[in-house]
Each structure stands twice: as structure tokens, then as C-alpha cells.
């Protein structure tokens, strides 16, 4: 519960970042936004978004060691370790999404002004960029693979030793609880990384920016509105 209030926390903040603008826009149909402004959502948006792919990680790290090691977890996952890393899951993708987006808004924006998007995401904002974007879409690429690959890839391995660990357990009993306790983490992993992996690591195409919009709505708005959901039942 250490971890899932810090996550509750997270997603209400994630949330807030683009649903009350949309939602402002829909209802006034005044859909513009400042340059700095603009800066700031797609700041947030990338801040939070890769807050949750180390957090989801953590999470996973929790389940391999309450389940593969359970006499050792009080003591390894104690309140302090427990802390380091929900802070170092806050605080490890900042430095790297502060910097790239600084350096998408310090290319220059001479043609049109119209983002075809929901909320300032870096994809839609690259389009409408004068000049080369070899280097930021490089940059998105390399980004993308430190806090989406490497937290899901992190997650597969824990839940690899997770999987082997429960298979060896002697009774039905024991194996259908051991995995009814990660069932809400994988489907959340899966809804969150699934989308996002699809956005920012496929090749992009002409005919991209609707998926993008869809996959976006669902990484951002979608997973968020069913993670209470999914968690509560379970509970």
C-alpha cells in the first residue's frame, strides 16, 4: 500500500497535467495554447510519464521479492528502501526530459502553429518544426529506450523469476494466489507500456498522427481512469 498510494498520488498529478485543458477546450471551443505554456504540459507530461515507468518497475521488484525471497522481503524492502526508491523513481527521469525539451522548443516554428494533437506531445510539436529534426527525433529514440525500454525490459526479468518461482510451488492453491497477487501490476504494465511503446518506438508515417492520437488518449487519460479500477476490485 506504501507503493500504491505514491502511485494514486502520480496518476493524479499525470492526469491533471492534459485532462482539465482538453476538457477546458471542449467546453469553451478556445483551442489554443501559449508557447510556454505549451513547454510546460509537454515538460510535465514526459516528467510524469517516465516517473511511471520506473515506478511500475519498482512495483515489479516488489512483487519478485515478496514472492521469490518472501523471508528476506521485510528486512530487504524495509521503510528506507522502500523511500530511496519511490525518490528515485521521481527523480530520474527529470534532468533527462527537462533537457529534451528545451531542445525541441529551441528549434524554430515558421510554418503553421496548429498541433494536431490533444496536448503538446513531442511527436505532433516535431511536425510542425522548421529545419533538420534529425537530431531531437534521435534524441526522442534514445530517450525513449532508458525510460520505456529499460524499466519494461526490468519488469519482464522480474516477472520471469516470478513466473519460474511460482511454477515450482506444490499445490493449485499456492499458484493460483501467487499470481492472483501480480495480476493487477501486469495488467496495468500492460495497458501503460503497451501504448506507449507503440507511440514513441515505431516508425512514424504520414498517416501516424490518428493512431497517435488514439494511443495517446490511452496512455494518458485511458490506463489512469481504469488503474482505480483494476487495483480496487482486487483489493
Not at 60 to 66: H, L, N, W
Not at 124 to 148: D, F, H, Q, R, W
Not at 203 to 223: C, M, N, Q
Request: charged residues 10%; hydrophobic residues 50%; proline residues 5%.
Amino acid at each position: 500500500y506504501f507503493f500504491l498510494g505514491h502511485f494514486s498520488f502520480l496518476e493524479i498529478c499525470y492526469v491533471s497535467v492534459t485532462l482539465p485543458r482538453m476538457l477546458m477546450n471542449l467546453w469553451t471551443q478556445r483551442r489554443t495554447i501559449s508557447l510556454v505554456a505549451c513547454a510546460v504540459q509537454m515538460c510535465f507530461v514526459l516528467m510524469l510519464g517516465a516517473t511511471e515507468c520506473f515506478f511500475l518497475a519498482v512495483m515489479a521488484y516488489d512483487r519478485y521479492m515478496a514472492i521469490c525471497h518472501p523471508l528476506h522481503y521485510p528486512v530487504v524492502m524495509n521503510y528506507k528502501v522502500c523511500a530511496q526508491l519511490v525518490a528515485g523513481s521521481w527523480i530520474s527521469g527529470i534532468p533527462i526530459q527537462i533537457g529534451q525539451t528545451v531542445q525541441i522548443f529551441s528549434l524554430s516554428f515558421c510554418g503553421s502553429h496548429l498541433i494536431n494533437h490533444f496536448f503538446c506531445d513531442i511527436p505532433p510539436i516535431l511536425k510542425l518544426a522548421c529545419g533538420n529534426t534529425a537530431v531531437s527525433e534521435a534524441m526522442l529514440y534514445i530517450a525513449a529506450v532508458l525510460i520505456v525500454a529499460v524499466p519494461f525490459l526490468l519488469i519482464l526479468v522480474s516477472y520471469g523469476r516470478i513466473i519460474s518461482t511460482i511454477l515450482k510451488l506444490p499445490s493449485a492453491t499456492s499458484r493460483a494466489k501467487a499470481f492472483s497477487t501480480c495480476s493487477s501490476h501486469l495488467i496495468v504494465v500492460t495497458l501503460f507500456f503497451g501504448s506507449a511503446t507503440i507511440t514513441y518506438l515505431r516508425p512514424k508515417t504520414r498517416d501516424s498522427a490518428g493512431a497517435d492520437k488514439v494511443l495517446s488518449l490511452f496512455y494518458t487519460i485511458v490506463t489512469p481512469l481504469f488503474n482505480p479500477i483494476i487495483y480496487s476490485f482486487r483489493n
